[in-house]
């Protein structure tokens, strides 16, 4: 199947700080990428949807200016907690589907687990 | 997207069959069944899917009833590495791709040695 990487894999940072996740489609172009969120002993919950080129499509609840998206490419998002806090605390997950195939399954990163004290 | 069902967890003994229930009688004619799995601590894999026919490849088999209201994904020959949730997500096609998979509590599969 295809490979969706994330960067890093864990990060620890403190309060008021930023975070940036990299997901990356290594071989395939992605013009949507979607980014999720999973607290301890729960689901996965989908928090935006990424759009190359165009502005991110963020759920219900989510805060825009807090979880800045970038997609620049057709095989980059990026994802910034700005203004980290304790409860942001939670392990990231970015999927993507292959442009080449419809109705394709979508492939998911490794997840990054980030930690803020 | 149709509402899933499943069983918060099951056991299976190494070396035999998983097979876990999914109930989604709610499902449109439309609509794909979809099984991912999700091991401890990394993001989710597929695993299967289909819209009303028995699929089978190399890592499971997944059995729709005739009136696509429940199925079964079948782990043929368990081992320790299968224990994960494993979660049933039931989707329109979407040819551009461009919804995201909205994925409910799933069951926790354990494999007993």
């Known amino acids: 199947g295809a490979v969706v990487s994330q960067h890093p894999s864990w990060v620890i940072c403190k309060s008021g700080t930023s975070v940036k996740i990299e997901c990356r489609s290594l071989?395939?172009?992605?013009?949507?990428m979607f980014w999720y969120r999973q607290f301890p002993k729960q689901s996965l919950m989908l928090m935006a949807t990424?759009?190359?080129?165009?502005?991110?499509?963020?759920e219900q609840g989510v805060e825009k200016d807090k979880f800045l998206i970038n997609h620049a490419s057709l095989t980059l998002s990026t994802l910034t907690v700005t203004s980290a806090h304790p409860e942001d605390s939670s392990f990231y997950i970015c999927?993507?589907?292959?442009?080449?195939?419809?109705?394709?399954?979508?492939?998911f990163g490794q997840g990054t687990r980030l930690t803020v004290v | 997207d149709a509402k899933t069902t499943q069983p918060p967890s099951m056991d299976c003994a190494e070396g035999r069959a998983a097979n876990l229930p999914c109930n989604h009688s709610t499902i449109s004619g439309n609509e794909y069944v979809y099984w991912y799995r999700q091991i401890h601590s990394q993001g989710p894999q597929y695993i299967i899917h289909?819209?009303?026919n028995n699929e089978t490849n190399e890592m499971a088999s997944l059995i729709i009833t005739e009136d696509r209201k429940s199925s079964t994904l079948i782990l043929p020959h368990a081992t320790l590495r299968d224990t994960a949730v494993y979660y049933c997500i039931v989707r329109r096609y979407s040819g551009g791709g461009a919804d995201g998979l909205t994925f409910g509590k799933g069951t926790h599969l354990i494999i007993q040695p």
């Open positions: 071989d395939f172009q992605a013009t949507t």
């Open positions: 999927s993507a589907r292959d442009l080449a195939r419809l109705n394709t399954e979508a492939f």
């Open positions: 289909g819209l009303k």
């Open positions: 990424s759009n190359e080129g165009s502005k991110a499509t963020y």
